[in-house]
């Protein structure tokens, strides 16, 4: 399967890349690409994997791929709709699939900050947050290396992911955003 990953180059979220780097067949986008030659990229491969910051009107454009807010946004969406297995992680994605009728495994309000955590009264420091994110990653990254099924994954993920919602508030919250639209 051939896997175009985008993910905007900025530090706060490196942690994002055990999704996809041990992923055979991998083109990573992370700077400096025009919406033309994102939208073909989208047509050429078999799955889209985009990953960073983000709102409701889609993907931050915080590495200077081009001018604008966003590189994944309302533009973007029309390439995304012929893709049923495309994968969004940022915060509020959900509003951002569900508004343009996209397929695949998606985030709500993801929290993988303090501040983040601390703006939605959940009291909780560096190394909590860094498990959340760090399993979490690592989690989607091994169920992508070893299947392609969607559902498969967003249920292999939620319930491993549960495990840690057990002893740690910011996988709880998250763990109640991780969608799935067939």
């Given at each position: 399967?051939?896997?175009?990953?985008?993910?905007?180059?900025?530090?706060?979220?490196?942690?994002?890349?055990?999704?996809?780097?041990?992923?055979?067949?991998?083109?990573?986008?992370?700077?400096?690409?025009?919406?033309?030659?994102?939208?073909?990229?989208?047509?050429?491969?078999?799955?889209?994997?985009?990953?960073?910051?983000?709102?409701?009107?889609?993907?931050?454009?915080?590495?200077?791929?081009?001018?604008?807010?966003?590189?994944?946004?309302?533009?973007?969406?029309?390439?995304?709709?012929?893709?049923?297995?495309?994968?969004?992680?940022?915060?509020?994605?959900?509003?951002?699939?569900?508004?343009?009728?996209?397929?695949?495994?998606?985030?709500?309000?993801?929290?993988?900050?303090?501040?983040?955590?601390?703006?939605?009264?959940?009291?909780?420091d560096?190394?909590?947050?860094?498990?959340?994110?760090d399993?979490?990653?690592?989690?989607?990254?091994?169920?992508?290396?070893?299947?392609?099924?969607?559902?498969?994954?967003h249920?292999?993920?939620?319930?491993?992911?549960?495990?840690?919602?057990?002893?740690?508030?910011?996988?709880?919250?998250?763990?109640?955003?991780?969608?799935?639209?067939?």
């Open positions: 399967m051939k896997r175009l990953v985008i993910h905007p180059t900025d530090e706060s979220t490196d942690f994002l890349a055990p999704i996809y780097n041990r992923l055979p067949d991998v083109t990573l986008v992370t700077t400096g690409c025009s919406r033309l030659e994102l939208m073909d990229m989208i047509d050429e491969h078999d799955q889209v994997i985009m990953l960073g910051h983000g709102t409701p009107g889609g993907l931050l454009n915080v590495s200077g791929f081009r001018a604008g807010m966003y590189i994944v946004d309302a533009l973007v969406s029309e390439a995304l709709a012929a893709k049923d297995n495309s994968i969004f992680i940022w915060c509020n994605a959900d509003q951002f699939v569900n508004r343009y009728k996209l397929k695949g495994l998606y985030s709500g309000m993801f929290i993988s900050e303090v501040a983040e955590a601390s703006y939605f009264k959940i009291l909780t560096q190394d909590t947050v860094d498990r959340s994110n399993t979490f990653a690592k989690l989607l990254g091994d169920h992508l290396l070893v299947s392609d099924a969607m559902n498969e994954i249920t292999s993920v939620g319930h491993q992911y549960q495990l840690l919602a057990e002893t740690n508030d910011i996988a709880r919250y998250n763990s109640n955003r991780w969608y799935i639209n067939k």
